[in-house]
């Protein structure tokens, strides 16, 4: 009984540890903005479940074209997954700066104009495995403090170096 304690209390110091490790302690900031300047995806279209094997598959096909592409793993879902039951609109991509490149199988440009009202939350120095869950509930919290009403068709994902992560949430 006493191993089985001491394991559980090990085991629970290895998650804490690999918690903070990945940045688990950091809380985002958020802010109200009006995007500037048009931003630049090369990616796949995506509609469908997001349980099935092809919405990985785009995932791992952004992973894979991020070293030739020099971008910044980026996601646009056009509808809100909850109110749709889980099936969603996207574009799987990267976010890049060059649209001159050639881009691999399946993959298109897409635009994303400048002029978006957005609720923006950013995180440093946590990992992509963690910034998700970090994010969408700090931007949607703030959506609703400070009384906006979210669009429900515009939210990006960007994941860049240096573990450095955004979520915009389009308000009206």
């Known amino acids: 009984m006493r191993y089985l304690f001491l394991a559980i209390i090990l085991l629970t110091l290895i998650a804490a540890g690999t918690y903070v490790y990945l940045g688990g302690t950091h809380e985002p900031k958020t802010t ?3 995007t500037a300047a048009p931003l630049y995806l090369a990616g796949q ?33 056009l509808n809100d997954p909850e ?7 996207a574009f799987i991509g990267l976010a890049v700066t060059d649209t001159t490149q050639a881009l691999p199988t399946g993959f298109h ?5 400048p002029g978006q ?14 910034a998700p869950n970090k994010l969408y509930p700090a931007a ?3 959506v609703k403090a400070q009384k906006l009403t979210q669009r429900g068709d515009f939210y990006l994902e960007r ?5 450095e992560s955004e979520v915009w949430v ?3």
């Open 45 to 77: 279209p995506f509609h469908g479940k997001v349980t099935g094997d092809a919405f990985g598959t785009l995932f791992r096909q952004a992973k894979d074209a991020q070293a030739r592409l020099h971008g910044d793993l980026a996601n646009l879902y």
């Open 170 to 172: 389009g308000v009206k």
């Open 159 to 163: 994941f860049g170096a240096n573990e």
């Open 109 to 113: 440009y897409r635009v994303v104009p």
């Open 32 to 34: 109200l903005e009006t």
């Open 140 to 142: 949607l919290e703030a």
């Open 117 to 130: 009202r957005v609720l923006a939350a950013r995180l440093k120095g946590v990992s992509y495995l963690l």
């Open 83 to 89: 109110t749709a039951h889980d099936t969603i609109r």
